[in-house]
């Protein structure tokens, strides 16, 4: 007999379709609370096996000639997590601040290297992978921010790697509220903070396509 023969019999007689209750998240919906955290419940402490499944969306990314070359380091809760955030810089667009807050530091980290340096395809790679991490965290409930501003040569010393850094991923139970703010193509691209509230402005789709 052949594979969904009564399924599809019962459609042929009574005109009806089997409803699949949608399990999960859609794209959209992760998208939205994928947003930057430089502040964090420090109640909620991140596992190791936690890092490990973020990490582990990279077995199943595409790669630039399939070369792979990205590495990682994992860093939890301790005195490794001292050593990170002695290293990097948050919220540079918003000095006056001093983010992150007191008592809202991240704890967790993952180190992310380049067998290759920064060349062109390594970049592409880096860009894919954090991207799909900080969804993959925000599947698990969790919140990331990707950290561009960090001293190289002395994370690299405290780490004992032997290849270069090249982005830091925070990651924790986020703490902070967000808005995104539709713009035009010409309005100021800058984040700000008002009443508690970080506001992320985001160009319209249609100032965003060519015609």
Known sequence: MADNYLEKRYDEVFGTKKVTKRVGHTLDELLMKNRSTRGYNKAYVVKRQELEQIVSVNTKLGSGCNRQVLR?????QGDESQKVLENIKMGAALPELH????????????????????????????????EAMSLRAVEMGLNTLIVGAFNK???????????????????????ERFELVPINESAPHAYYRRDGIHYIPKVKLEDLILN
């Open 72 to 76: 990682f380091r994992l860093v939890t």
């Open 99 to 130: 983010l992150p807050f007191p008592g809202t530091e991240p704890e967790a980290f993952i180190i992310v290297c380049s067998l290759n340096g920064d060349d062109k395809l390594a970049l592409i790679d880096l860009g894919m992978s954090l």
């Open 153 to 175: 040569t002395k994370l690299k010393e405290a780490f004992n790697l032997p290849c270069d850094p090249v982005a830091v991923l925070c990651v924790g139970k986020g703490a």
